[in-house]
């Protein structure tokens, strides 16, 4: 059964869209849920939901294949029927002028413009999705985005599932600075639209949850948090756990690092850390997924590209790696989430990240890995790396406890099921 918590909001200071606004509390679902079974839940009545996303929800590498992932365990975990509505197109005046924009924003100003937070794309989006949906019965209009709902003139109950605000990527992510005021003003409006339209709006941590409360008129108690599960099929259990640590050797560190940005993902902080590690006489290695270096790396780096889960051949690849690291390490400058971590998890492999974003909610420090304040050096991050390294049973009992926390709060399933009682607690 899902525990509910009630946190305290931050504090208040000034936020990028000039709004200030006194620390509120709210509800939130908490991360950790205990007692789940594979059973799917007991159903009052039969739901459909109109799945609806900008992208191909079929498609695994859309939103790093979250967007499939919530899909698929809301209809076979959780038993719900959905008419998937995606692939919307932009066309027509709003799409001409949103790119006229965007050059003269661009050549002119040197700032950017950000073409889906157009009024008038978002208001085509809405047309292709209510002409879809006329013909089809559905419950509820559920999106793992604002985007695509945040104009509708659905008169169901709306829910969507997220990772982020408007308001939290301002300045965080590189796409997300140095915005013209009239993507801020865009951006603005239309996540303000979407709060004040949903019945329910979910995110996948703290940190977003914070977001959407510090800097919108929304009601704190239809404001949740569910992390997001592991976007990869896991069929392990504890004594798989075991017998993966029993056959790592811990004569050479072997870390992990994941992901296509090098430069947000903190490559190089990962780099200066394994660099480190073998000047302090741990031999060690830096496995790259992902990146494609634009210098030769030094000899204790493999760079293993970018590996597809679409393929068996790719799955097998990865498989193989996050069962032989010691460590994922990704010391990020901005993470909205990291499902990452999450994967990790499920193979007992420990993380080391930073505490920005929404990463806390998916790294509890101790539990499953250790976070570091941002600007703390490579340093830090060898002390505990070493000290894991020099006790295999430490080791041990960390890698186990990371499978827990997979098992219990990181994967869909669980996450699945908090959604359904969710919706059904504020969608009737």
């Known amino acids: 059964m899902a525990r509910f918590s009630t946190i305290a909001a931050p504090s208040n ?10 620390p509120l ?79 003269y924003y661009s050549k002119l100003l040197s700032k950017q413009y950000l073409r889906d937070r157009e009024p008038r794309i978002l208001k085509d989006y809405v047309v292709q999705v209510e002409r879809r949906l006329a013909s089809v019965h559905f419950d509820i209009a559920f999106s793992p985005g604002t985007i695509p709902i945040a104009y509708s003139q659905i008169e169901k109950p709306i829910v969507f599932w997220t990772d982020a605000t408007f308001a939290g990527m301002i300045d965080f992510y590189p796409a997300f600075t140095n915005l013209c005021a009239e993507t801020i003003r865009n951006g603005k409006k239309m996540e303000q639209l979407a709060l004040s339209k949903c019945n329910l709006a979910i995110y996948a941590s703290e940190w977003a949850a914070n977001t959407a409360i510090q800097n919108y008129d929304v009601d704190p108690a239809k404001v949740k948090v569910v992390p997001f599960g592991a976007n990869i099929n896991c069929y392990r259990d504890a004594h798989e756990i075991r ?53 030769s790396p030094p000899p ?42 999450a994967e990790a998890s499920s193979f007992g492999l420990p993380s080391v990240a930073t505490k920005v974003g929404g990463i806390p909610t ?17 340093e830090k991050y060898c002390d505990y790396i070493e000290r894991l390294m020099l006790s295999k049973n430490d080791y041990r009992e960390l890698a186990l406890s990371c499978f ?16 359904f009682e969710l919706m059904q607690e504020f969608c009737g």
């Open 13 to 22: 200071k000034a936020n990028p869209l000039g709004r200030q606004k006194a």
């Open 300 to 341: 204790f780096v493999i760079n293993h590209g970018f590996i597809s889960k679409t393929t068996e051949e790719g799955r097998n690849h990865l498989d193989k790696l996050f069962s032989e690291a010691h460590f994922l390490i990704l010391p990020s400058r901005a993470e909205c989430y990291g499902v990452v971590f």
């Open 404 to 419: 827990q926390e997979y098992s219990e709060r990181l994967n869909w399933h669980s996450a699945g099921r908090a959604v």
């Open 362 to 378: 998916v790294i509890q420090d101790g539990k499953n890995g250790w976070t570091f304040d941002i600007g703390e050096p490579p």
């Open 243 to 295: 017998r993966i640590c029993d056959n790592k050797s811990f004569d050479t560190c072997k870390l992990l690092f994941v992901g296509v940005d090098w430069h947000r993902k903190g490559g190089d902080k990962a780099l200066a850390v394994a660099n480190l590690l073998n000047k302090r006489g741990l031999r060690t290695e830096l496995h790259i997924v992902g990146c494609t270096l634009s210098v």
């Open 25 to 103: 509390r709210y509800a939130f679902l908490s991360p950790v849920i205990c007692g789940v079974s594979r059973k799917k839940p007991r159903r009052a009545r039969a739901l459909k939901i109109a799945y609806v996303t900008t992208y191909d929800s079929s498609d695994v590498h859309a939103w790093s294949g979250s967007g499939n992932y919530i899909l698929r365990v809301l209809q076979q975990d959780v038993g719900i029927q959905t008419e998937s509505i995606g692939n919307l197109r932009e066309g027509g005046v709003g799409a001409l002028l949103s790119r006229f924009k965007k050059i």
